[in-house]
C-alpha cells in the first residue's frame, strides 16, 4: 500500500469539446481518481500519478478548456473515506476481470473436449489471455491502497495461464502425432528396411 499524505484535487472543464471530455475521463479512469462532483476529484500526489495530471492540464488548457490542481492534505479520516472509496472502485474492476475467466476456462475445456487442441486454437486463447493480463495490470497501476479482490483476481488470472499451458501441451502433442501419421502416409517403405 502506497503512504500518501498529499493529494491532488484536480477540477477540469473541457466547454463543450466531447472529444476533450472524453479525454479527460479517460485519463482520471486510467489514474484511479475519486469524484467529488461532476468535475472535481482527488489523486493521491505520487511522481507518476502528478505526471499523468499535469500531462492531462496541459491538453486541456491547450485545447480551450479549463483545469486547475491544488495539492491538498485530507484529515485523517477523509483520507481513510477517500481510500476506501478507491479501494471499492478497484474491487469492482477485478471483479470484472473475475467474471470473464469461467468463459475462458470453458472455452479451453470445450475445445478440448472437442478435439481441438490446436496451434489456432492456442493462438486464440493466448490473445484472450494477454488481454486479460492488459487489464489486470492496468486496474493493478492505480490500485494504490491494496483493494482485497487483487490477490484474488491475479490468482485466478495465473489459473488461466495454467490451463492455457496445459492446453498447449496437448495442442503440441496432437499436431505432433498429426505430423507423423501424414509422414507415415506419405513416406514409402525403404527396401531391406523393415
Known amino acids: 500500500m502506497v503512504d500518501v499524505s498529499e493529494w491532488l484535487l484536480v477540477s477540469a472543464s473541457t466547454a463543450k469539446s466531447t472529444t476533450l471530455r ?6 482520471l479512469r486510467r489514474l484511479g481518481a475519486v469524484h467529488l462532483g461532476p ?6 500526489k505520487l ?11 496541459n491538453r486541456v488548457s491547450a485545447d480551450g478548456g479549463r483545469a486547475r490542481v491544488f495539492v491538498v492534505t485530507l484529515t485523517a479520516e477523509d483520507a481513510e473515506q477517500v481510500m476506501a472509496e478507491q479501494r471499492a472502485d478497484r474491487d469492482r474492476e477485478y471483479a470484472e476481470v473475475l467474471d470473464r475467466v469461467p468463459a475462458f476456462l470453458a472455452e479451453i475445456e470445450m475445445e478440448t473436449e472437442r478435439g481441438r487442441a490446436t496451434y489456432t486454437e492456442v493462438e486464440e486463447s493466448e490473445a484472450d489471455l494477454g488481454r486479460f493480463e492488459r487489464w489486470l495490470d492496468s486496474i493493478r497501476s492505480r490500485d494504490y491502497f491494496d483493494a482485497p479482490g487483487s490477490a484474488r483476481t491475479v490468482a485466478a488470472v495465473e489459473g488461466c495461464r495454467a490451463a492455457l499451458a496445459d492446453f498447449e501441451a496437448k495442442a503440441v502433442v496432437a499436431d505432433t502425432a498429426l505430423d507423423e501419421d501424414r509422414l507415415a502416409a506419405d513416406d514409402p517403405p525403404v527396401k531391406g528396411i523393415t
Open 22 to 27: 472524453v479525454f479527460v475521463w479517460r485519463q
Open 39 to 44: 468535475s472535481v476529484c482527488l489523486v493521491p
Open 47 to 57: 511522481p507518476t500519478v502528478s505526471e499523468a495530471v499535469t500531462r492531462m492540464v
